[in-house]
């Protein structure tokens, strides 16, 4: 069974950073490229960014409202997938779910259940 | 960046009723087209992708449609577990887009 389960989710002021994680089981962490998306409170999906795997280049993509803010890393071995939080903003307060596919990202097969960050 | 744009933004059924919920993007984005639902405190779950393909598990009731630039996600004979909000996304271009969301609510 695919299990990712989020955690670091917290309140922290205007400003402040912090990093979430996501800990990936029951598939080949390292062949598939994992995403970020959020969901501000009562509103809709909204897409973060992406790492594909190192076998696929690790690239990494950003949505604009999060780039040179954020950043999202892997740790292989560790079958972890982490998202770094600087320079919060109010406009930042959602769940944050970690997501992937069957391989790569055409369509989002599997879903955390979300951790929250409250920026106030 | 690719738009989506969902309708209607919230609509209610019945039990039993058939209910379409319609998805425009932006620019064509061929067949990378996918549905998700989700429930109150919940995670969204895939539905459909690729436009019309039923993913694993999900009933028949649900099917999907469309290509290019208008797609439609269709559940026949709605069920109590059917009340729930759907969103469409586009797997075509980065960054990927979500449409606003329909809420389908129990007349």
């Known amino acids: 069974e695919v299990q990712l389960v989020e955690s670091g989710g917290a309140l922290i002021k205007p400003g402040g950073s912090l990093r979430l994680s996501c800990a990936v089981s029951g598939l080949t962490f390292s062949n598939v490229w994992m995403t970020w998306v959020r969901q501000a409170p009562g509103k809709g999906l909204e897409w973060v960014g992406r790492?594909?795997?190192?076998?696929?280049?690790?690239?990494?993509e950003y949505g604009a409202p999060v780039k040179g803010r954020f950043t999202i890393s892997r740790d292989d071995p560790e079958n972890t997938l982490y998202l770094q939080m600087n320079s919060l903003k109010t406009e930042d307060t959602a769940v944050y779910f970690c997501?992937?596919?069957?391989?790569?990202?055409?369509?989002?097969?599997?879903w955390g259940q979300g951790t929250l960050v409250t920026v106030s | 960046d690719i738009q989506m744009t969902q309708s209607p933004s919230s609509v209610s059924a019945s039990v039993g009723d058939t209910v379409t919920i319609t998805c425009r993007a932006s620019?064509?984005?061929?067949?990378?087209l996918n549905w998700y639902q989700q429930k109150v405190g919940k995670a969204p779950k895939l539905l459909i992708y690729a436009a019309s393909s039923l993913e694993s598990g999900v009933p028949s009731r649900f099917s999907g449609s469309g290509s290019g630039t208008d797609f439609t996600l269709t559940i026949r004979n709605l069920q109590p577990e059917d009340f729930a909000s759907y969103y469409c996304q586009q797997s075509f271009r980065i960054p990927r887009s979500f449409g606003q969301g329909t809420k389908l609510e129990i007349k």
């Open positions: 790492i594909k795997s190192n076998s696929d280049g690790g690239t990494i």
């Open positions: 997501v992937t596919g069957s391989g790569y990202d055409y369509q989002y097969d599997f």
């Open positions: 620019q064509t984005i061929y067949s990378y």
